[in-house]
C-alpha cells in the first residue's frame, strides 16, 4: 500500500486582478488531499471519498465512471502516454478541503493520485512531469486552468505569479501567525465570476484600470511584509483587497458578514479568497488568538480550519 498527498492552497492577494496582468500571491495551506493505492488482482477501480463517487475501469480505460471521475482517468492516460504501463490497482482518493470552495482540492486530488500511482509502478514521478500529468486532469476538470491549483501542490510554499510567467517563490516570515480558512458554504462556479469581472471591466475600463493597478501595488507591498514578517500590515492589506473584490462584485452578504466577524473577534485583516461569489474566506491572527477566533465563526455555523502558510508540497507518506 501507498500513500501519497498533496496540500491545497488559498490565494492570499490579487485574484480576479491576475486574470488581466495583474500578480497575485497563493501560498500552500495545511489542508491536504490524500491518495492511497495498492496492486488489484485485475481492472482498475479508483474511488473518491469526498465525492461519493467511483471509476471501475479496465486496463484499456474502458470503463464506468461519472463526469467528476473524469479528471483521474485523464491523470491515467497521461502516466501511459510517459511509458507508465497500466497496472491493476485500487485507489482511495480523500481530502480535508471542502469541495468547489477555491482551495484546490480537484488539482491536490490529481497530484496525490498521479504520485501514488507512479510510486506503485516503482518510479515516483518528479516534480516536472507530477505538474504536467495532473494538469491533465485539471483541464477535463476547468476546461482552461491557469496552473497554479497544480503547482503549488506539487511544490507546496508561497509564490507570486503573473499571467505567462513561471511562479516565483517568496519569502515568509510570519511564525507565530495562522491563518483562519473560513467556508461559507456557498457554491459557487469559477467561470462565471471571471466573466462577470471581465465584463465590468470592459464596460468601465477608464476607471477601473485603477483598480487593478491598486491590485498589483498591494502585491508588491505584501511582498516585502511576508519578508518582514509584518502580520499587522499584511492584515490591513487583506481589509482593502478585499474592498477591492467587493467593487468588482464578487463578495456576497455571507462572505461580507464572515470577513467582518472575523475582524471583530480579533483577526487582523480578512478577505475572500479565489473566485468568490462563495468559496472561502481567509484571515491572519495572532498563533494564541487563531483558535478562540476560528470557534466564533463555528458558532455562527460555519467550517473553520488554521493553517500556516507555505505548507510542504506533494510527497509519500509513510503508512
Ligand atoms: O477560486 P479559485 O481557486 O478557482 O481561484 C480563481 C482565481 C481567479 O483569479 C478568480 C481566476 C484565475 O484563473 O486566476
Known amino acids: 500500500m501507498i500513500e501519497a498527498s498533496a ?25 491536504r488531499a490524500r491518495a492511497r493505492a495498492e496492486r488489484a488482482e485485475r481492472g482498475i477501480s479508483i474511488d473518491s471519498a469526498n465525492l461519493g463517487s467511483s471509476a471501475r475501469l479496465s486496463l484499456d480505460l474502458s470503463g464506468t465512471y461519472g463526469p467528476e471521475m473524469a479528471p483521474y482517468v485523464a491523470v491515467l492516460r497521461a502516466l501511459r502516454e510517459r511509458g507508465y504501463s497500466l497496472i491493476p490497482h485500487r485507489a ?14 480537484s488539482a491536490a486530488s490529481s497530484v496525490a493520485y498521479a504520485l501514488a500511482y507512479s510510486a506503485l509502478h516503482g518510479s515516483p514521478l518528479g516534480e516536472r512531469e507530477l505538474f504536467e500529468v495532473s494538469l491533465e486532469g485539471e483541464r477535463v476538470a476547468h476546461g482552461n486552468p491557469s496552473g497554479i491549483d497544480n503547482a503549488i501542490a506539487v511544490k507546496g510554499g508561497t509564490v507570486v505569479y503573473r499571467r505567462g510567467e513561471a511562479p516565483r517563490e517568496v519569502e515568509v516570515r510570519l511564525g507565530g501567525h495562522s ?25 468601465h475600463w477608464r476607471a477601473l484600470e485603477k483598480l487593478y493597478l491598486a491590485a498589483d501595488a498591494i502585491v508588491e507591498e505584501a511582498i516585502a511584509l511576508l519578508s518582514a514578517g509584518d502580520a499587522e500590515g499584511l ?20 462572505l ?3 470577513a467582518h466577524e472575523l475582524r471583530r473577534a480579533g483577526a487582523l485583516g480578512a478577505k475572500l479568497t479565489g473566485a468568490g461569489r462563495g468559496g472561502c474566506v481567509i484571515a491572519i491572527a495572532q498563533a494564541g488568538r487563531a483558535q478562540r477566533i476560528a470557534e466564533h465563526v463555528k458558532g ?9 502558510l507555505g505548507a510542504p508540497g506533494a510527497r509519500l507518506e509513510t503508512i
Open 256 to 258: 461580507d458578514l464572515i
Open 300 to 308: 455562527l455555523g460555519y467550517e473553520a480550519f488554521l493553517s500556516g
Open 7 to 31: 496540500p491545497g492552497k488559498v490565494i492570499l492577494f490579487g485574484e480576479h486582478f491576475v486574470v488581466k496582468g495583474s500578480r497575485a500571491i497563493a501560498t500552500a495551506v495545511d489542508l
Open 235 to 254: 492584515g490591513e492589506l487583506m481589509n482593502v483587497n478585499h474592498g477591492l473584490l467587493s467593487a468588482v462584485g464578487v463578495s456576497t452578504a455571507k
Open 179 to 203: 491563518l483562519i480558512i473560513v467556508d461559507s458554504g456557498e457554491k459557487r462556479s469559477t467561470r462565471e465570476a471571471v466573466e462577470g469581472v471581465l465584463r465590468l471591466a470592459d464596460r
Open 92 to 105: 482511495l482518493l480523500t481530502s480535508e478541503m471542502p469541495l468547489s470552495a477555491g482551495l484546490g482540492s
